[in-house]
């Protein structure tokens, strides 16, 4: 299946590795044109030549935090100068601070509602008018299993994303008379460095191996693995498609089945 996504312009934000830059890998793939951006030149270089090297395609980053609205506004501008009007945003962030609500301040507090919800509100005003101009784009927003099935150390996750599915909504409503769509992606457990390093830390504390905690992590999939980062990537190049134009509004989930509940 053919996609569409030849040429179009795409940022791809937190793409510097893990699941933003298997979604960046899946995108280029397909012969869109991705902004990478990050916080980290290095990773961020490095990634850029590694996908560019492997698909041919046309990638570019810009280094700055998702926490700082001038950095994201750059990302904007120099999205347009670099490749043109944007065609689709997908929104991907760094982790949130893992604790339990006893052990967070109210600095953790204001930087996770910078990085899980302002970031998306600066990104989508900076994008949205070139893509209503235009009569077409795609909003994509990559959050977590945590707005379905919350995860006991992961309350800023529980708590500050949520709000995305309450944007995701408002936009469907107001942009997809305009050629817009709007649509969340709620991704369960993928082998990224997070994952490792979190394997690593939870194997220091109990005294296990690594793979014997990845392997106890993995037991609650019901496909028995964890996922891949581009395997992000397909449902988001799906979205990102022509081929998706009657999927607005929704948050979908992709979890080889680890949440139990029904919808
Ligand atoms: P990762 O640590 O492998 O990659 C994170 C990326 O975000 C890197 O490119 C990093 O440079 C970038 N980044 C971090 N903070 C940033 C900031 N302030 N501004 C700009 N860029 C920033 O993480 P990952 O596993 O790929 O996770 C990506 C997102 O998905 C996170 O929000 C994570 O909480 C969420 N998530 C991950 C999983 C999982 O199993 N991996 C599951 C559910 C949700």
């Known amino acids: 299946m053919d996609l569409g996504l030849r040429g179009k312009v795409a940022i791809v934000t937190a793409s510097s590795r893990g699941i933003g830059k298997g979604v960046a890998r899946v995108m280029l793939q397909e012969g869109a044109r991705v902004m990478l951006f990050a916080r980290s030149i290095d990773e961020l270089k490095n990634t850029a030549l590694e996908l560019s ?43 949130p601070k893992p604790g339990l609500f006893s052990e967070l301040t109210f600095d953790d507090w204001d930087y996770a509602v910078k990085l899980l919800l302002l970031s998306a509100v600066w990104l989508t005003k900076g994008v949205v008018n070139d893509m209503v101009k235009r009569g077409w784009g795609r909003l994509i927003y990559v959050t977590s299993l945590t707005l379905r099935q919350p995860i006991s150390n992961l309350v800023l996750s ?75 990537g397909y449902l988001v190049a799906f979205l990102a498609s022509d081929k998706a134009s009657y999927i607005n509004g929704s948050m979908i989930l992709i979890d080889g089945g680890f949440v139990k509940c029904v919808p």
């Open 53 to 95: 090297r492997e698909t041919g395609g046309d990638v570019a980053y810009v280094q700055g935090d998702l926490t700082n609205r001038d950095d994201v506004m750059r990302l904007i501008e120099e999205t347009r100068r670099v490749m043109g009007p944007i065609d689709v945003l997908v929104y991907n962030t760094g982790p």
């Open 158 to 232: 529980n708590t500050v994303r949520l709000s995305l599915a309450g944007l995701v909504k408002s936009l469907a409503n107001e942009y997809g008379p305009k050629g817009i769509t709007a649509n969340g992606v709620m991704q369960g457990y993928v082998m990224t460095d997070r994952v490792r390093k979190l394997a690593e830390d939870e194997a220091k504390r109990s005294g296990v191996s690594i793979e014997e905690v990845l392997r106890s992590m993995a037991k609650d999939i019901p496909v028995g693995r964890y996922g891949n980062p581009e395997e992000i």
